[in-house]
């Protein structure tokens, strides 16, 4: 890898105005493009501090060998001038939305003889008239079989055509009335553009007129008795009011937008947008990308937006709005070049209340649906799954396959209600019957290396119990080492079904490859000494910490990398976001129970219908304080002695709440 100081440009050198940079790597091939209202400032932030810059820009700066920049006039210009590099060059450290289909449309050739209607992508061509943008293609392909029952508009190939006249035999379409066969004259050419026209009208939003139309006819045919024809209009009518309402109107027909939204994580981006127009979702669209930038939804959205219509050349492909979850940082240049590629104004703005915004949330619950559809088919691919453990067992340099991997997490809020999750993962798939819950309590709450320690501490010495022989000796416990609280010895561990000193013999007898912690090198250096505090050596420690996704290993001053695109990475994110949530849903629960607390829970004496019988008669806790023992014999099932005893309990507690507070550094009283 290039050492950023070989090729940083002198300071003095990058003039201050905006434009365009383009990273090279050695060979010349452009790796990064990007824009900048000032390029000195800009460029220099990649050199200042290499050190200092996260994991995906690092490996930028140092995968480059040479930067290179363009001054432009405005920032429009450079919007532009990045968007032609971008697709110009591909760079591997640009997101890109790639697709390898452009939008479907369902288009009528005006411009022929004999209009022929089909579904067509890419370019526009003159003359032919455009309706959707659809998706999927099924979609508009059963639409348009539906609607050549009452529109039987020609939709074969020129070669089908010419042959059918050539012959005097229409193609199948033709003898089952879906095409008027104006190849074998059924029909006459102006007839023929009089029916496609109409087919026209129709996709413009004018369904109602034909269905009422055609209602009329079917009446009249009924009058006369004509039961056939009026059974064929019938039909028609379904026909048409299928098509019609297939789309169902979300906003006001005079609506054309598109609505973007974004679901994201650490490794990737969901993208997702609907298209309406005239008031009907037309169409949807989606991407999953990697993020192999340090971006923001901001970025991403303009990202999104340049490359979705940065290819359209056409008035129609881009709507009136744009709506999007948030602005991006130069939304007044972007509205400005897309309103020059459509050659009309676009509003791009951030739907705030009413049916926009309530489409919008829809759209994000179909980006979120997407990613995570896209990360359990990945998780469940068994080949990328080994790829995956071999990769990482690679790039941690451990001599053993991981064939059992346990993570451990810490939740509290400001030091309360500590807890901690383990979870467990076996061939890259979770375990969920090894599942562990740990209560936290003591000294090992003060802080989270402390709890690491602990919760390390008690899951195998508790491993060691269980490979000692209880045939020789049934109490026969491993000896606790020194430094260890043996009163802590398994205690406050919560499984999902039974405390783990409970738990039959040999459930955790196969212990993990590797353990990782939810944290960065104070927190794998915790577990690593709780696991050499009991003598195990075979068990491998590192680290995730979550805001740079590095990975760090005991006893070493830098993390270990991994590209972001790794699956060896999306393994370690996704078994350490299971730790995360198990830990949360447990301090949740926890965190609830105590909040729901009464003082009256901790008198003896009272069980739970005689504490539910004070609280009815006197209302409060603190009411029934101020109550005298006489009062306290009143409620049903309290007698003189036990009322004595909640009494002065009730006393003692009532002192204690307002004793003054000491500082137990320096012993001074705290004023109340």
């Given at each position: 890898?290039?050492?950023?100081?070989?090729?940083?440009?002198?300071?003095?050198?990058?003039?201050?105005?905006?434009?365009?940079?383009?990273?090279?790597?050695?060979?010349?091939?452009?790796?990064?493009?990007?824009?900048?209202?000032?390029?000195?400032?800009?460029?220099?932030?990649?050199?200042?501090?290499?050190?200092?810059?996260?994991?995906?820009?690092?490996?930028?700066?140092?995968?480059?060998?040479?930067?290179?920049?363009?001054?432009?006039?405005?920032?429009?210009?450079?919007?532009?001038?990045?968007?032609?590099?971008?697709?110009?060059?591909?760079?591997?450290?640009?997101?890109?939305?790639?697709?390898?289909?452009?939008?479907?449309?369902?288009?009528?050739?005006?411009?022929?003889?004999?209009?022929?209607?089909?579904?067509?992508?890419?370019?526009?061509?003159?003359?032919?008239?455009?309706?959707?943008?659809?998706?999927?293609?099924?979609?508009?392909?059963?639409?348009?079989?539906?609607?050549?029952?009452?529109?039987?508009?020609?939709?074969?190939?020129?070669?089908?055509?010419?042959?059918?006249?050539?012959?005097?035999?229409?193609?199948?379409?033709?003898?089952?009335?879906?095409?008027?066969?104006?190849?074998?004259?059924?029909?006459?050419?102006?007839?023929?553009?009089?029916?496609?026209?109409?087919?026209?009208?129709?996709?413009?939003?004018?369904?109602?007129?034909?269905?009422?139309?055609?209602?009329?006819?079917?009446?009249?045919?009924?009058?006369?008795?004509?039961?056939?024809?009026?059974?064929?209009?019938?039909?028609?009518?379904?026909?048409?009011?299928?098509?019609?309402?297939?789309?169902?109107?979300?906003?006001?027909?005079?609506?054309?937008?598109?609505?973007?939204?974004?679901?994201?994580?650490?490794?990737?981006?969901?993208?997702?947008?609907?298209?309406?127009?005239?008031?009907?979702?037309?169409?949807?669209?989606?991407?999953?990308?990697?993020?192999?930038?340090?971006?923001?939804?901001?970025?991403?959205?303009?990202?999104?937006?340049?490359?979705?219509?940065?290819?359209?050349?056409?008035?129609?492909?881009?709507?009136?709005?744009?709506?999007?979850?948030?602005?991006?940082?130069?939304?007044?240049?972007?509205?400005?070049?897309?309103?020059?590629?459509?050659?009309?104004?676009?509003?791009?703005?951030?739907?705030?209340?009413?049916?926009?915004?309530?489409?919008?949330?829809?759209?994000?619950?179909?980006?979120?649906?997407?990613?995570?559809?896209?990360?359990?088919?990945?998780?469940?691919?068994?080949?990328?799954?080994?790829?995956?453990?071999?990769?990482?067992?690679?790039?941690?340099?451990?001599?053993?396959?991981?064939?059992?991997?346990?993570?451990?997490?810490?939740?509290?809020?400001?030091?309360?209600?500590?807890?901690?999750?383990?979870?467990?993962?076996?061939?890259?798939?979770?375990?969920?019957?090894?599942?562990?819950?740990?209560s936290i309590t003591g000294d090992a709450a003060r802080d989270d290396t402390s709890a690491m320690y602990n919760v390390i501490s008690r899951r195998f010495r508790n491993y060691l119990a269980e490979n000692a022989d209880?045939?020789?000796?049934?109490?026969?416990?491993?000896?606790?080492?020194?430094?260890?609280?043996?009163?802590?010895?398994?205690?406050?561990?919560?499984?999902?079904?039974?405390?783990?000193?409970?738990?039959?013999?040999?459930?955790?007898?196969?212990?993990?490859?590797?353990?990782?912690?939810?944290?960065?090198?104070?927190?794998?250096?915790?577990?690593?000494?709780?696991?050499?505090?009991?003598?195990?050596?075979?068990?491998?420690?590192?680290?995730l910490a979550k805001r740079l996704e590095e990975v760090w290993l005991p006893d070493s001053d830098f993390p270990v990398i991994l590209p972001r695109a790794s699956e060896a990475l999306f393994l370690l994110q996704r078994?350490?976001?299971?730790?995360?949530?198990?830990?949360?849903?447990?301090?949740?629960?926890?965190?609830?129970?105590?909040?729901?607390?009464?003082?009256?829970?901790?008198?003896?004496?009272?069980?739970?219908?005689?504490?539910?019988?004070?609280?009815?008669?006197?209302?409060?806790?603190?009411?029934?304080?101020?109550?005298?023992?006489?009062?306290?014999?009143?409620?049903?099932?309290?007698?003189?002695?036990?009322?004595?005893?909640?009494?002065?309990?009730?006393?003692?507690?009532?002192?204690?709440?307002?004793?003054?507070?000491?500082?137990?550094?320096?012993?001074?009283?705290l004023e109340t």
């Open positions: 890898m290039a050492d950023p100081a070989t090729y940083r440009p002198k300071t003095g050198e990058i003039p201050t105005a905006p434009g365009v940079y383009r990273f090279r790597d050695e060979h010349g091939r452009v790796i990064y493009v990007g824009k900048a209202k000032n390029l000195r400032s800009r460029l220099n932030s990649y050199f200042a501090n290499p050190r200092g810059l996260l994991p995906k820009t690092r490996a930028m700066v140092h995968t480059a060998a040479s930067v290179e920049w363009t001054v432009v006039g405005t920032e429009l210009e450079a919007l532009q001038l990045e968007y032609t590099w971008i697709k110009e060059f591909n760079p591997r450290f640009n997101i890109m939305f790639r697709d390898d289909k452009s939008y479907p449309y369902l288009a009528v050739t005006m411009g022929e003889k004999y209009p022929r209607a089909q579904v067509m992508r890419g370019d526009r061509r003159k003359d032919t008239r455009y309706f959707g943008p659809f998706y999927p293609a099924k979609a508009i392909r059963e639409t348009l079989d539906t609607l050549l029952r009452v529109f039987p508009v020609r939709t074969c190939s020129s070669g089908v055509f010419k042959r059918a006249e050539r012959t005097g035999r229409p193609c199948l379409l033709g003898y089952i009335d879906k095409c008027s066969a104006p190849c074998v004259g059924r029909i006459s050419a102006e007839d023929h553009r009089q029916l496609a026209a109409e087919l026209c009208d129709f996709m413009s939003g004018e369904g109602k007129r034909f269905i009422s139309s055609l209602e009329k006819e079917m009446q009249a045919a009924v009058a006369e008795l004509d039961y056939e024809t009026a059974a064929r209009l019938r039909d028609d009518i379904s026909a048409l009011r299928k098509v019609f309402e297939r789309n169902h109107v979300v906003l006001s027909e005079d609506t054309d937008a598109d609505i973007f939204a974004l679901e994201e994580d650490e490794l990737e981006a969901s993208a997702q947008v609907f298209h309406v127009r005239g008031g009907r979702i037309r169409g949807q669209r989606g991407w999953v990308v990697e993020k192999v930038e340090d971006n923001d939804t901001a970025d991403l959205v303009e990202h999104l937006i340049q490359q979705v219509y940065g290819e359209a050349n056409s008035t129609d492909r881009i709507p009136r709005q744009v709506l999007v979850p948030v602005l991006p940082p130069n939304s007044d240049e972007l509205a400005e070049w897309l309103g020059g590629l459509r050659g009309a104004k676009v509003d791009i703005r951030v739907p705030q209340r009413g049916d926009k915004k309530a489409l919008m949330e829809t759209v994000a619950r179909n980006a979120s649906d997407a990613l995570r559809l896209h990360k359990s088919r990945r998780a469940g691919d068994i080949t990328t799954r080994s790829a995956a453990l071999q990769e990482l067992q690679e790039a941690l340099d451990l001599p053993v396959a991981l064939l059992r991997i346990e993570c451990y997490d810490i939740s509290h809020v400001s030091g309360t209600n500590v807890v901690a999750s383990m979870v467990v993962a076996e061939d890259g798939l979770p375990k969920k019957s090894d599942y562990r819950k740990f209880p045939a020789a000796d049934p109490d026969a416990r491993p000896e606790v080492p020194a430094g260890l609280p043996a009163d802590r010895a398994g205690t406050d561990v919560q499984p999902l079904t039974d405390t783990l000193t409970a738990a039959p013999k040999g459930k955790f007898a196969y212990p993990p490859n590797l353990v990782v912690v939810d944290g960065g090198q104070p927190q794998v250096a915790a577990a690593s000494r709780a696991l050499a505090d009991l003598g195990i050596t075979d068990i491998y420690v590192v680290g078994i350490r976001d299971e730790a995360h949530r198990f830990a949360i849903t447990f301090h949740r629960q926890k965190r609830a129970k105590s909040m729901t607390a009464s003082l009256l829970d901790e008198i003896s004496g009272l069980g739970p219908a005689k504490r539910t019988a004070l609280l009815k008669e006197f209302g409060s806790v603190k009411k029934l304080r101020a109550a005298s023992v006489e009062d306290l014999q009143r409620v049903p099932g309290i007698g003189p002695a036990l009322a004595a005893s909640v009494h002065a309990q009730l006393t003692a507690k009532t002192a204690e709440a307002d004793a003054p507070a000491v500082n137990m550094t320096t012993g001074e009283i």
